[in-house]
């Protein structure tokens, strides 16, 4: 079913390239387009034949539910049932690396494939004009997970999008790095309204920056329990050689990525930077992985942006 002959275009974020890959998605084809965070694989998420082929083409288990994008709150209104907390969250940081799991709506017209099913939809407003641009030019829903092969490392350029799937996909935009660089946050709000919001996934936003705007803590996911995220395997985000953590001391033979002041072979932010650092940690696991030695990583502290460089690394480093 995934078609590896295909002249994949690379285009730009113009008007005639935004243009051309709108007419593209609506006519059931996968195009990668960057967002703030990560490169995502777009299909039209109405469009059960173009979303079943992000599936074949990233080899992606169907039971993990894919994201949809939209380019306003008022799309993202018609798609789910809305909700205070939806509001408030939505106002204080869309567009923005943040994702709202909410109940699905009736006449919704999203492919139950986006969802593997489940009554809730997964839905955000990417920060990147570009993202918009492209989204407000389709007219509709875009599923979008990261533009990568399942279990591998999240592409942040198109460079890293074009070696990982180049020749299976119709369309590549190209504007530039991922600012963000790890993927959103993405926060359960399905629950009953006097409970707080669930953490599903700590990303690009940082869990401190949502509890100031709610004013309460949030109840992280319980690991336990497969049924809250279904797409949360332990072993994701990886790359090809093995991945020591908290590493102190360096051994012969491994690449060292850094953080902080010191002497590497990479280092994710000389300054001790987390914002640096998540905007360079997969395209540093990306150099380092090409040159096919183990890898070792220095600590990262883990608040703000450090829960999820963390979270995406543990992944990386999990057994497989
Ligand atoms: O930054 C991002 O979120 C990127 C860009 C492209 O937007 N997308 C992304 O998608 O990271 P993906 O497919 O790699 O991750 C989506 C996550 C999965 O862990 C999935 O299980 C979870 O969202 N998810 C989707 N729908 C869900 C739902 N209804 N309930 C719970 N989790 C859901
Ligand atoms: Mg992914």
């Given at each position: ?190 629950g009953p ?6 953490l599903l996934?700590?990303g690009g ?116």
């Open positions: 079913m995934t078609d590896t002959s295909l002249q994949t275009e690379m285009l730009s974020p113009t008007p005639q390239g935004i243009d051309r890959a709108a007419a593209l998605l609506r006519d059931g084809q996968l195009v990668a387009f960057p967002t703030e965070t990560v490169y995502g694989l777009g299909a039209d998420a109405r469009n059960g034949e173009a979303v079943a082929s992000i599936y074949a083409t990233k080899g992606r288990p169907s039971f993990n539910p894919l994201i949809a994008h939209v380019d306003s709150i008022e799309a993202a209104r018609k798609l789910v049932h809305w909700s205070d907390q939806a509001e408030t969250m939505a106002a204080a940081f869309w567009p923005g690396p943040l994702t709202l799991v909410l109940p699905l709506r009736d006449g919704h017209g999203i492919s139950p494939l986006v969802t593997a099913g489940l009554d809730t939809l997964a839905v955000r407003v990417p920060a990147k004009a570009c993202a918009r641009d492209l989204l407000a030019a389709t007219g509709g829903p875009v599923a979008a997970p990261s533009a990568n092969p399942s279990g591998r490392i999240s592409p942040t350029s198109a460079a890293h999008v074009a070696a990982g799937l180049g020749g299976r996909i119709a369309a590549i935009v190209d504007d530039g790095p991922c600012g963000v660089g790890v993927e959103s946050t993405i926060l359960g709000l399905s309204s006097r409970l707080p919001p669930v996934r700590p936003l940082a869990s401190e920056d949502i509890e100031a705007v709610l004013g309460r803590a949030l109840t992280h996911r319980n690991v336990a329990d497969p049924l809250t995220a279904p797409g949360q395997l332990l072993s994701h985000y990886a790359p090809q050689a093995p991945l020591r953590l908290n590493a102190t001391r360096f051994r012969s033979g491994e690449l060292s990525l850094g953080f902080g002041p010191g002497a590497f072979d990479l280092n994710l932010s000389d300054a001790g930077d987390l914002l640096e650092a998540a905007a360079n940690l997969f395209g540093h696991l990306h150099r380092l992985d090409a040159k096919g030695k183990p890898i070792a990583v220095a600590p990262v502290p883990d608040h703000g942006l450090g829960a999820a460089i963390n979270d995406r690394l543990r992944r990386a480093a999990a057994p497989r």
